[in-house]
């Protein structure tokens, strides 16, 4: 590329953005310091980049473990309703104490009566809903204070414990 400049607009240019000039006959020649980037600087670019990869697939990796654990929490705040809203349901039944349940993690054969239906249906739900044989129920309902605890397993979750309990307490 040629170029024509003057003696003095060639004192004005800077040296780094130009690097040597050239004179061939009236003509200033530019020839630029550097062309491009290094190898060692790609090289380097690319060890950056793919450190900061590795980072974000491990943050993602622990934001799904520990949506899951949420989720199992979630569940067992609803699960503990589902029960207190049977629990008032058949009041007179849990007052008497027919629903007081000991720590059961296994879904009780079917009964014939609405008390048996309902642990029933109410632990095999637990089951569906937290995942498995460690996930357990309990109910105690003492003169019109009744307790139900749902248990899980929350493993897979980051430092998650072997097994949490979630309590909820009313009165009828």
């Given at each position: ?124 739900v637990i089951q569906e809903s937290l ?42």
């Amino acid at each position: 590329m040629w170029v024509e400049f003057s003696p003095e607009a060639l004192q004005v240019l800077p040296q780094s953005r130009t690097g040597a000039a050239r004179r061939s006959g009236g003509h200033v020649r530019l020839v630029p310091a550097q062309c491009g980037f290094g190898l060692l600087e790609v090289l380097v670019a690319v060890a950056v980049l793919s450190i900061g990869l590795l980072g974000m697939a491990a943050l993602q990796v622990n934001s799904l473990k520990n949506n899951q654990a949420s989720f199992q929490r979630t569940q067992a705040v609803m699960l503990s309703y589902l029960a207190m809203d049977v629990l008032r349901t058949n009041r007179t039944a849990a007052i008497a104490g027919d629903y007081n349940l000991d720590k059961t993690c296994g879904a009780p054969p079917l009964g014939s009566s609405l008390v048996a239906s309902d642990k029933m249906f109410w632990l095999s739900v637990i089951q569906e809903s937290l995942g498995g044989e460690s996930s357990c129920g309990e109910i105690s309902c003492q003169s019109r204070v009744c307790t139900v605890r749902v248990y899980w397993g929350e493993e897979r979750a980051t430092g998650g414990a072997s097994e949490h309990m979630f309590e909820t307490t009313t009165q009828l």
